[in-house]
């Protein structure tokens, strides 16, 4: 296929680079406790580990939101279903300071669970969020590294597997806007595909690791059921976990030892255990 190269303008982002993103409508209360709401999709995960989950949320420094932020330190990520993206659309808009948006649409605000800011009924997976760290980029947003306090979802949702619970949800895709007017969405529950990440042919089903020293076979077993991106990292944590013990081989012990006092919950271990990635 011929190729062009495209001329980079100003906010590129938006009118020419396509990436679909999440859709979010932010909750937050300013310093006098009235309440704020607007759409963001800077959104990505950045601490996978359940002691410290985080996020990081990127926002025109300008922004009521992130002002709100900064001045209370709290803030609720809200999840809305594809039905409510007029809603959403009506948080964007430019409302002088004190309005709350949310009384121009179907949302209706309920208490959270460990933030002030309210959640929205009709998201069906809601994160309540504390400040972890501010860092103002030069002429550009500001970034929020933020604690997740909570992760909230309707109930039944959680005991459904992935293909069934992005149905039910039907959250929409961010496809990014033209001309900062002209907002994308993908309402894409209606066709999903479901790809499986097959092991290369001949290779074991752990990829390489490089070990040191010897394991015993049940934590062979465990090491094979971490995801392979992160088994090299795991292996050598665990080796020098049980060297820095006086062990000279690693055993399955040593392994859920070190994943215990690392903060890895049980379901993380429950997955080495049964080998499920
Ligand atoms: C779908 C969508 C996603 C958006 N994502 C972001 C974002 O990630 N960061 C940002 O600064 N603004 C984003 N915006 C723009 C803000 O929502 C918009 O500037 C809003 O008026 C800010 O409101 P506030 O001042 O009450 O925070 C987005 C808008 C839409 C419609």
């Not at 039905?83 to 009384?103: C, H, I, K, Q, S």
Request: hydrophobic content about 35%; some cysteine.
């Amino acid at each position: 296929m011929a190729k062009e190269e495209i001329k980079i303008k100003p906010f590129w982002y938006s009118d020419i680079w396509l990436f679909p993103k999440l859709i979010t409508v932010i909750t937050t209360l300013d310093k006098d406790g009235n309440v704020n709401a607007a759409p963001y999709s800077h959104i990505m995960q950045y601490d996978v580990m359940a002691k410290t989950p985080r996020m990081m949320v990127g926002f025109r420094q300008e922004s009521h939101t992130f002002t709100n932020i900064v001045e209370t330190g709290e803030f609720v990520i809200n999840c809305p279903p594809a039905d409510y993206l007029d809603d959403m659309m009506e948080t964007a808009r430019f409302w002088p300071e004190g309005v709350n948006e949310l009384d121009h649409t179907r949302f209706t605000p309920i208490p959270s669970l460990h933030v002030k800011p309210p959640s929205l009924a009709e998201c069906p997976q809601i994160a309540e969020c504390t400040v972890h760290e501010i860092i103002r980029l030069p002429k550009s947003s500001g970034i929020i590294i933020a604690n997740i306090e909570a992760i909230v979802m309707e109930e039944g949702l959680k005991d459904m597997d992935r293909g069934e619970r992005i149905q039910k949800m039907d959250l929409p895709v961010g496809l990014g806007d033209q001309n900062r007017r002209y907002y994308y969405h993908a309402k894409t529950t209606s066709d999903v595909t479901m790809h499986e990440l097959e092991e290369p042919p001949g290779g074991q089903k752990g990829g390489k690791v490089k070990m040191d020293i010897p394991w015993e076979a049940a934590a062979q077993k465990g090491l094979m059921a971490v995801p392979t991106t992160m088994r090299q990292m795991v292996c050598t944590s665990v080796e020098d976990f049980a060297k820095n013990k006086g062990d000279t081989e690693v055993t399955a012990k040593r392994f859920i030892q070190m994943s215990e006092e690392y903060g890895i919950d049980s379901e993380l271990m429950e997955r080495f255990r049964t080998g499920t990635d």
